[in-house]
């Protein structure tokens, strides 16, 4: 087959984001819409132009959600590295990309493209370890650049000792959530009022508990289901893997601050090779694949504590869109109607604030 990406090196493929091939995507088999009325809102979507010439901007989200036939509501813009400024002072640079993502919101309320309210909320990027300050400025100037918009802050602490599982997009050295600066950086935008998008690999669990447990006033959303991880190091070893994520997502639950944003499993549990599959998989593949973790998180936080989300466009190396979203209404299917709306918007409509 034409396969979507070349791996460089074993497992790379989950550590690197890899441009979508279309051509493959499309022979992803039909099927019906799953409760096509259920409101969706997508608390983890991307809009960039990615270094490997990618682009992804509000038409080409649009595509998607109306071929998907889902009734998406509103998406959450999340950081990707995207449009940073090219001059100024470092530590204002990455506003830029919060102004980009305004300019999306714009082109999506225009109804040119989309019903949704494209990127109705935005979760920036700020160096949470900054002299008090500096990240004072960064965060007053992401909130006026936002609009209205502004909800939270990520900055990604992923770190592992395998390279290959760590990638190229890591934090620079382990324990950042432990580090008294990042966590006067986290009072900070907690008294600010503004979130925290926590983003880690399943091992670094115990540093997210330590994290809520110091810090009760911040809320803070553990994103990508708590990246469990089944390549490089970690492939083969997937009941080990779920027993040790399962014991730290206990912990975590036990903290009322914590939420969680599932899905984004494609590119960290890794049990999906797209790079060698003649087609994408069905939403009752993905269901049979990623029903564990799902399935576990709403049981341990309940629904008012998760949301379901695409992880769109990186996710769309190896799923389409309409399958994401049917996969989590199979894995959901034993869920009360009132459940289902919390799981699929009413979570990141308060989490997000997004009325």
């Not at 790379?12 to 051509?23: A, D, G, L």
């Not at 209205?148 to 950042?176: N, T």
């Amino acid at each position: 087959m034409n396969a979507p990406a070349t791996p460089s090196s074993p497992g790379s493929i989950f550590s690197e984001t890899q441009r979508p091939n279309e051509e493959w995507l499309a022979r992803a088999k039909p099927e019906p819409t799953l409760e096509p009325d259920l409101p969706i809102i997508d608390p983890h979507l991307h809009f960039w132009h990615h270094k490997s010439g990618y682009r992804y901007f509000v038409e080409e989200f649009a595509r998607d959600a109306d071929e998907s036939g889902h009734n998406i509501e509103a998406t959450v813009f999340v950081e990707c590295n995207a449009m940073y400024r090219a001059g100024g002072p470092e530590h204002l640079k990455a506003v830029g990309e919060t102004e980009f993502a305004v300019g999306m919101a714009a082109m999506a309320a225009s109804g040119k493209y989309t019903t949704a309210r494209g990127a109705a909320g935005i979760v920036a990027y700020a160096d949470l370890t900054l002299d008090e300050g500096l990240l004072r400025e960064t965060l007053e100037a992401h909130r006026e650049a936002a609009s209205g918009r502004l909800r939270g802050i990520r900055q990604r602490a992923k770190w592992d000792a395998d390279p290959i599982v760590a990638g190229p997009v890591r934090a620079g050295k382990r324990g950042l959530f432990l580090e008294p600066e990042f966590r006067r950086g986290i009072a900070l935008i907690a008294k600010m009022g503004l979130s925290f998008d926590a983003s880690i690999f399943h091992p670094q669990l115990p540093e997210v508990v330590s994290l809520a447990q110091a810090n009760p006033d911040a809320s803070i959303v553990v994103i990508h289901t708590a990246s469990p991880l089944g390549f490089g190091s970690y492939a083969g070893q997937e009941k080990q893997v779920h027993a040790d994520w399962l014991a730290g997502m206990k912990e975590l639950a036990r903290c009322p601050n914590v939420t969680v944003k599932m899905g984004g499993l494609l590119m960290c549990l890794g049990n999906f090779d797209f790079s060698q599959a003649e087609a994408p998989p069905t939403s009752e593949q993905l269901a049979m694949l990623w029903r564990p973790y799902i399935e576990d998180c709403i049981e341990l936080f309940g629904a008012d504590r998760c949301m379901v989300s695409s992880n769109f466009p990186v996710e769309k190396a190896g799923v389409t869109y309409g399958a994401t979203w049917n996969m989590f209404k199979r894995v959901t299917a034993k869920y009360s109607p009132d459940e289902k709306r919390k799981l699929f918007a009413d979570t990141a409509r308060r989490v997000y604030r997004l009325d």
